[in-house]
């Protein structure tokens, strides 16, 4: 199994940035990719953004193409999400997720990001 501990969430305003960081332990070698997902009040999660981690490729929500942006560490076994031009409903709590072989997805405890208008 794979363990995930994320950091960076927090309370900014419109138009701000922030980073957030996944640290990813356990069976890291069986890693196909990771990525984020979000949860806002009374709303389902949603898909942000997930990056393959052998080939570094990415693929984005809509919602936040060209304002965030994806990376990772290899050595560090770490992804990051910086996010720019943040708008008050990019609030939700950010989950970070690994995509391993063989098992099941595993998932962080989340991060709360606040955005104030």
């Known amino acids: 199994q794979v363990q995930l501990v994320e950091s960076g969430g927090g309370l900014v305003q419109a138009g701000d940035s922030l980073r957030l960081s996944c640290a990813a332990s356990?069976?890291?070698?069986?890693?196909?990719?990771m990525g984020w997902f979000r949860q806002a009040p009374g709303k389902e999660r949603e898909f942000v953004t997930r990056?393959?981690?052998?080939?570094?490729?990415?693929v984005y929500a809509d919602s936040v193409k060209g304002r965030f942006t994806i990376s990772r560490d290899n050595a560090k076994n770490t992804v990051f999400l910086q996010m720019n031009s943040l708008k008050p409903e990019d609030t939700a709590v950010y989950y970070c997720?690994?995509?391993?072989?063989?098992?099941?997805?595993?998932w962080g405890q989340g991060t709360q990001v606040t955005v104030s208008s």
């Open positions: 997720t690994a995509v391993v072989a063989g098992a099941s997805n595993s």
């Open positions: 990056i393959t981690w052998s080939s570094g490729s990415t």
């Open positions: 356990g069976r890291t070698s069986s890693m196909y990719a």
